[in-house]
């Protein structure tokens, strides 16, 4: 089964696991482009559209699907909030197993 709540298109065979019966269980994978804290916005707004503008190409699409990857296209404020979200659901459980980067 996979992670997401939605069937992926690189699998679209393959169930989520709500549908195969577990519920409440959702981990998704992303990845982002960040700058750091103070970036001007323009310089924000500018790599923002050149990165959708990119990852609309069909054929860029297909590359990524080849790995199984499928494209999002979020705002940055979409991404800031994906990411306030994601690191208050795993933080007690990473500090709980004491984990940490090498």
């Known amino acids: 089964a996979t992670t ?6 690189a699998l ?10 577990l519920k409440g269980y959702e ?3 992303w990845n982002a482009l960040s700058a750091p804290a103070g970036t ?3 310089i924000i707004d ?7 503008e990119v990852v609309q190409r069909k054929e860029v699409r297909d ?12 705002t940055p404020e979409e991404m800031d909030e ?6 208050a659901k ?9 984990l940490k980067l090498n």
């Open 63 to 74: 590359q990524l699907m080849v790995f199984g990857l499928e494209t999002a296209g979020t």
């Open 4 to 9: 997401g709540p939605v069937r992926s298109a």
């Open 46 to 52: 500018k790599i923002h559209k050149d990165v959708v």
């Open 82 to 87: 994906t990411i306030r979200r994601e690191t």
């Open 12 to 21: 679209p065979d393959v169930p989520t696991l709500a549908e195969a019966g």
């Open 90 to 98: 795993y933080a007690p459980l990473i500090k709980e197993l004491g």
């Open 27 to 29: 981990l998704l994978m």
């Open 40 to 42: 001007p916005r323009a």
